[in-house]
Every structure is written in structure tokens, then in C-alpha cells.
């Protein structure tokens, strides 16, 4: 799961909850900004297999504090507690728990995709239904749930008046992923993919902080 990740980011996010998109945008990746590092630092580990699934060849084989069911757990809960203290006594306990719930969301849409890499705790009990191993459904699903994420924001966010930008962004994101789903391109180091992916995470992030920072000129 790649784009798709940030459908749950768009759709939580609301005028009353007052969350900024860009803490939604952090939010549902976290697990992988913390799994980057962890792969460059050689705490988690991931090789290359070519062909090991229809779309990617990521055997992502030892990730026991990022992508566990316990692992998420522990991030969904501590980025709850940062976020209410970080925003201090503005946030209020359901804004808390929103983020806790896209942090935790992370976990559950990769549960869909992964091959059985996902522990239950530590590096045991993996799941994972595979959608990775067809690769037009698992763009359409990517794809269908961006969409969605990003009418419900539309439909939830009046006030923002960047509309066009974020129709704009979203098209550039499904553009990204068809070209990440389907233009073949020579198989990348482990060091190299968790990299390009912390890139493109932060640039994403600051460009939802650029459309929403719009609306208050
Ligand atoms: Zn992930």
C-alpha cells in the first residue's frame, strides 16, 4: 500500500477536529518513517526478491517494532500522546484518538496488500492477504480508496479554499502510483528504497501543509 494510505488521512480529517492534514499525512505513514530509519540502522530488515509478488519485490522479512500488530499498537498510542500534548489543551480527546486511529489504520490497509510479513508481536504469527500479488486490483483498490478519502475531505472541508490544489494533488498522487504499480524499473537496494520512500513521505506531508496553510491568506 502506497497512495492508498492517505485516503484514511483525507477522510478523518474535519473542521471540527481541526486536525492539520499534514499531521494526518505523517500520521497514516508513520510506521514506515520509523521503519526507514530502522532499515538504514539495520534494527529491521528488508531484501530484494524479484518476483516475489506481482507488483514489488519487497521481502520485508524481519519488521517485528514497526509493522507487528503490537508494534502499531505501541505507535497508534504514542502518537495519540504526542499529538495531545504537542497541541496542548486545544486538542481534544477525539482529535487524540483520531490520530492514534490513522497511525493505527496504517497497519490494517498494509494487512490487506503484504505478503504474510506481518507479525502478531515480536517476529511471529505473520499475516497478510497478499493483494500485492494482483497488481490491478491492488492499484484500483489503491486508487478507488484515495478517491474516496479525498471527496469526503472535499465534502467535510468548506471552508478550504485550495479545492482545486487538493484535486490537483490527489491526481498527481494516483499518477505516482500507476507509475510505481506499473512502469518496471530496475530492482533497488534495501537502502535505497527506504530512502526514496522517506523523500517522498516528507514531500507529500509538506505539500498538504502548503494547501491547507493557503486557506488562511
Ligand atoms: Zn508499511
Redesign the pocket.
Known sequence: ?FVGHYSVAFAVKSEQNKIPLWVLFVAVQL??FV?APFVLLGIEKVRMVPGITATNSLDLYYMPY??SLAGALFWSGLAALVYKVASGTKASRAAALIVAFAVFS?WIL?LIVHRPDLAIYDDTLKVGFGLWNDRGLEFGLEIAILVGGILLYLKRNNSVARKAGIVAFGAVLILIQAGNTFVSRPVSSDRAFAITALIFYTLFAAIAFLLERQRKL
Open positions: 500500500m510506521l514506515d521503519w514497526t509493522h496504517h498494509d
